[in-house]
C-alpha cells in the first residue's frame, strides 16, 4: 500500500499544502501566508506549522515540493534562491522530493536539487498542467490558473503539457505567465486608464489599492484566500475597500455612495479581465493545438469561468474533478491545486 503525501507549493507570499492518503484521496488541505522576502525562518514556521496541526509522523508519509519563492528579492538569482528552499525544505523533510520538468528530460521528481535548479525553479504551473492532463485523457485542455499574483495559461494535447516556453522569461513574452491575480496586483498595474462614468479617466500610478480591494467590494473574493496586507495596511471591510478604490481616481471614499465605488470596482474588474483575455489569445494563437475546453483553478477561478464564457469554450472547475469526502476540500484544493498536483503525481509515477 502506497504511503499518505503532502504536496508543497513553496511560493513567495504562501505556503500550501495538499495531503492524500494511501488511495489519493485528499484529506487536508493549508494555505498559509509567508512574506518570504522577509527571511526563511517565516518558511520554517510555515512547514512546521503544518508538521504540527497535523500531527505528521515524517517515516510515514512521502513528501512533493514544487515551488515559486526563488523568485523574491530575498535571493540574488534563482539559482540561489532554489538552493536556499531546499535546504530549508531538507532540514525538516529531508526525503522530500522536488519536481523538476525540461524539454529535454520530461518531468520527474529528483532529491538532486544541485545542478537541476533550472528545472525545478518556477515549475509549479507545469506540475499541475501536467496532472490535469493526465486526468482528462486525450481532451486538449485549457487550464487557467489565476492566482494571488500571477495567472498561468497553459495548454494541454495528449495527456502532455504543450508549453509557450519553459523558463519564466519565455513564458512572460509569450504571456502564458502574466502577472497578473486578485489579490496582491496593484491597480495601477491595469491602468494606465480606464472608462468610468462615460468618461476617459488616468489612474493613480501610486500603490494605492490593489486586486483584493475589487473583489472585496464584489464579493467574490473568499476570506479564506485574502492574506496578503492591503495597499494602506488597514482593514479588509468592503468601506476599507471602497476607500482605497476611490483614491486610485482621485476621489474620497465620502464624495460618492457606495453603489458609485461598486461601479468603479465592475470597471477594474472588466478592465482585469481585458487584460486576461488578451494574455489568453496570445497563447491561443501560439498553440499547434486548439483546446475544446477550459479548466479554471485557483482564487480567482471567478475570472477563468468569465473567459470561458467569451470564448464560446465550455468551462469545468477543477474542484469538480477532485477526489474527497468534503467540497469544501475540493474548492481549498483547486486554490492550492500545485500542491495537490504534485501530491497526485507523486502517487501515480512511484
Known amino acids: 500500500m502506497k504511503p499518505p503525501v503532502i504536496g508543497w507549493d ?8 495538499v495531503m492524500l492518503d494511501s488511495q489519493g484521496q485528499i484529506l487536508r488541505v493549508s494555505q498559509q501566508a509567508c512574506a518570504l522576502w522577509k527571511g526563511l525562518p517565516l518558511l520554517e514556521a510555515a512547514i512546521q506549522h503544518v508538521l504540527h496541526d497535523w500531527r505528521i509522523e515524517l517515516e510515514r508519509c512521502d513528501h512533493a515540493v514544487t515551488m515559486t519563492g526563488e523568485l523574491v528579492d530575498l535571493f540574488d538569482s534563482r539559482l540561489q534562491g532554489v538552493r536556499a528552499i531546499a535546504q530549508t525544505v531538507n532540514a525538516y523533510l529531508p526525503h522530500a522530493g522536488f519536481y523538476m520538468a525540461s524539454a529535454a ?39 487557467v490558473d489565476i492566482g494571488s499574483t500571477t495567472s498561468d495559461i497553459t495548454v494541454c494535447d495528449q495527456q ?21 491575480g486578485v489579490v496582491r496586483t496593484p491597480l495601477m498595474a491595469l491602468g494606465p486608464t480606464i472608462q468610468w462614468q462615460g468618461k476617459i479617466r488616468h489612474i493613480a500610478a501610486e500603490y494605492f489599492a490593489t486586486t483584493a480591494d475589487v473583489y472585496r467590494v464584489l464579493g467574490e473574493l473568499s476570506p479564506d484566500y485574502d492574506m496578503a496586507d492591503t495597499a494602506d495596511g488597514q482593514g479588509r471591510s468592503v468601506v476599507d475597500s471602497m476607500r482605497r478604490l476611490a483614491r486610485m481616481v482621485g476621489h474620497d471614499f465620502a464624495d460618492a455612495d457606495e453603489p458609485t465605488w461598486q461601479s468603479l470596482a465592475e470597471v477594474f474588474k472588466e478592465k482585469q479581465l481585458e487584460v486576461l483575455m488578451r494574455a489568453i489569445h496570445m497563447t491561443l494563437n501560439q498553440a499547434s493545438t486548439q483546446p475544446v475546453s477550459l479548466l ?13 464564457r467569451r470564448l464560446q469554450m465550455p468551462y469545468q472547475a477543477v474542484s469538480g474533478l ?3 469526502a468534503h467540497s469544501q476540500l475540493k474548492i481549498d484544493a483547486e486554490v492550492c491545486f500545485p500542491a495537490y498536483a504534485v501530491a497526485r503525481l507523486w502517487q501515480t509515477w512511484h
Open 10 to 17: 513553496i511560493g513567495g507570499a504562501h505556503v500550501k499544502a
Open 105 to 143: 528530460q520530461g518531468a520527474q521528481f529528483t532529491a538532486k536539487v544541485v545542478g537541476n535548479e533550472p528545472h525545478i525553479a518556477s515549475m509549479n504551473w507545469h506540475a499541475s498542467a501536467q496532472c490535469l492532463a493526465t486526468m482528462q485523457e486525450d481532451s486538449p485542455l485549457l487550464v
Open 160 to 180: 502532455q503539457v504543450q508549453p509557450a516556453g519553459w523558463t519564466d522569461a519565455e513564458r512572460m513574452a509569450s504571456q502564458s505567465l502574466f502577472y497578473t
Open 296 to 308: 479554471g483553478l485557483g482564487a480567482g477561478s471567478f475570472l477563468a469561468e468569465a473567459m470561458a
Open 322 to 324: 477532485l477526489p474527497a
